[in-house]
């Protein structure tokens, strides 16, 4: 469906992609995985054509429509207008019907477990997680075979995290699309992937199924990367966990009866 071949790009005689090649193939799930700087957005970027590369191409099949999910879900919404009209806009620039949109919306909406109030809401009422949401379905409704989702759950907690990927999957399964999804929590896509691409200053160092990359990964990168990722997880499931005890403890201390002085 796509092929990005050979690509490099510079900035100021500063490498910031160096010979990036791979295929994204039809009802694909793919996760780019990086630090910050490492050229996971340039590369999306690229794709999209929003950036040229120094050199090398990007090749898709005429049927291959894109969108694209930004990290800050702001970024997909007018401020001063309800949702409901910013998820309306592009359809209407197409000349569809109001009432055929809103019927998408809605359906979309119940799809995603979005209230419907959410449509008479301006951006700045809404949760980071409902506008994330709403930006996928916005996405969705203009039919794209490729979507590309840019660290678009770095702000948001583990639990909606989760409910995000989980969405994302869902729908590129019933929708019968591929997704590129970006980001740098390696540990967070295990269960979605088909095929997991690690990137390390501007080059994939390694490919493969998540089984391997996280498990039998072959790149001291990778390693350390899985490492740093579980560590900090296991880091905050403590915190977590002393949080709950903490709470609990209160709850028995003020139940517990209390001896009075005369």
Avoid at 2 to 15: A, E, F, I
Avoid at 24 to 48: D, H, R, V, Y
Avoid at 58 to 65: D, F, I, N
Wanted: glycine share 4%; aromatic share 6%.
């Amino acid at each position: 469906m796509l092929r990005v071949q050979d690509v490099n790009k510079s900035y100021q005689n500063q490498d910031v992609l160096r010979g990036i090649n791979f295929e994204i193939l039809c009802n694909e799930f793919i996760c780019l995985i990086g630090e910050s700087g490492s050229g996971k957005s340039t590369t999306a970027e690229i794709i999209m054509g929003i950036q040229s590369p120094t050199s090398g191409l990007v090749e898709k099949e005429p049927c291959c429509t894109i969108q694209y999910i930004y990290q800050n879900p702001e970024r997909s919404f007018n401020p001063f207008w309800t949702m409901e009209k910013s998820l309306m806009e592009p359809l209407v620039l197409k000349k569809e019907k109001p009432e055929s949109i809103k019927k998408k919306i809605k359906e979309l909406m119940a799809k995603a477990d979005l209230p419907t109030e959410l449509l008479a809401k301006k951006p700045s009422q809404c949760s980071g997680g409902q506008k994330q949401r709403l930006a996928i379905i916005r996405a969705l409704l203009m039919n794209p075979k490729l979507l590309i989702a840019d660290e678009i759950t770095s702000a948001l907690d583990p639990q909606t995290e989760k409910l995000i990927i989980n969405l994302l999957k869902k729908f590129q399964v019933e929708f019968h699309m591929s997704v590129l999804y970006i980001t740098h929590r390696i540990q967070s896509v295990g269960n979605v992937a088909d095929r997991m691409m690690v990137l390390e200053t501007g080059t994939i160092v390694e490919s493969g199924p998540p089984s391997q990359v996280l498990n039998h990964s072959t790149h001291p990168y990778t390693k350390k990367l899985v490492e740093a990722c579980y560590y900090f997880e296991n880091k905050k499931l403590r915190r977590l966990n002393r949080s709950e005890e903490h709470k609990t403890n209160t709850r028995r201390e003020s139940s517990s009866p209390q001896s009075i002085c005369l």
